[in-house]
């Protein structure tokens, strides 16, 4: 299974024991849209709701910081999301939030992951079959693992201030990275990182939302000085869109691709982090 499958692929494979489809779509609070609900009112037959508010450290005062292993593995399970799954994320938010979904699966062990190309937005525009309610899942056994190396911490940032061993690369909009417009979140200071580079996540996708592919999705990357040979690090408003990045980078075939979990919600909210304004 390719890291991105197209909606003819997976409406062939439905059905398939080992198939699982999962619903990762999350939305900012002030959105005004209930992910949940949504997904009770239509959604690809077989998928199940995956609460990416709920799968988080919900004791970190922080926003949609890495669960503890053992959480993870338990909201696995319950979703039936077990070992020798192929898994399949969509979603239907404007973040593109299916690829934190894939980003965890892959840190906490699973091995075959990949996202539905255009999402749930493009399954209905093509007129696909779909399910409404709540899903019977039966509990799968999903074996846990974390593989913390693409994770990055303040601590490791503000070294890499110092070091400049990997590049940062900003997914947030090029207003909030200039610090030209207001973060949606009170209290955190408008700007970017020292020597960020930003390349917004929306700049990764065709106008129907499908992925850019090829020399395309490469160009959004040489055009925010990324180079794809050398480390990144992503980092974005609270984790969510950081993970599109990396998607990116893994699409183009980049090695060395970690993501700040704190990213600006928490660079932004202190009070001694460096914040520089402007275009990169």
């Not at 200071?189 to 020399?215: C, E, I, S, Y």
């Amino acid at each position: 299974m390719t890291p991105l499958v197209t909606t003819e692929w997976l409406a062939a494979e439905l059905g398939a024991n080992d198939l699982r489809i999962v619903d990762a779509t999350l939305f900012l609070d002030g959105d005004g849209r209930d992910a949940r609900a949504e997904f009770e009112a239509a959604h690809v037959p077989g998928a199940v709701f995956l609460d990416l508010d709920e799968l988080a450290d919900t004791t970190s005062p922080l926003p949609n910081m890495l669960p503890s292993p053992e959480k993870f593995a338990s909201r696995m399970q319950a979703l039936g999301l077990g070992d020798g799954s192929r898994i399949v994320v969509y979603d239907n938010s404007p973040l593109h939030s299916a690829a934190r979904a894939w980003w965890m699966l892959n840190l906490f062990g699973a091995h075959q992951v990949a996202l539905l190309d255009g999402g749930f937005a493009k399954w209905q525009a093509e007129g696909r079959a779909t399910e409404s309610g709540k899903p019977v899942v039966r509990h799968r056994h999903f074996t846990v693992w974390a593989d913390t190396k693409p994770v990055r911490t303040m601590a490791q940032m503000n070294e890499n201030l110092r070091s400049k061993a990997e590049q940062v690369v900003d997914a947030r909009s090029a207003g909030r990275f200039a610090g030209t417009e207001p973060e949606p979140h009170a209290g955190l200071r408008a700007g970017h990182m020292p020597g960020a580079k930003n390349l917004p996540q929306t700049a990764l996708f065709n106008a129907d939302g499908t992925w850019k592919a090829g020399v395309e999705l490469k160009a959004a990357f040489d055009a925010a000085g990324v180079d794809l040979h050398k480390p990144i690090v992503t980092t974005c408003g609270s984790g969510i869109t950081a993970a599109v990045v990396a998607f990116g980078a893994h699409l183009l075939g980049a090695k060395d691709v970690a993501l700040y979990d704190g990213s600006w919600a928490e660079w932004g909210a202190s009070p001694t982090a460096p914040v520089v304004t402007g275009a990169a």
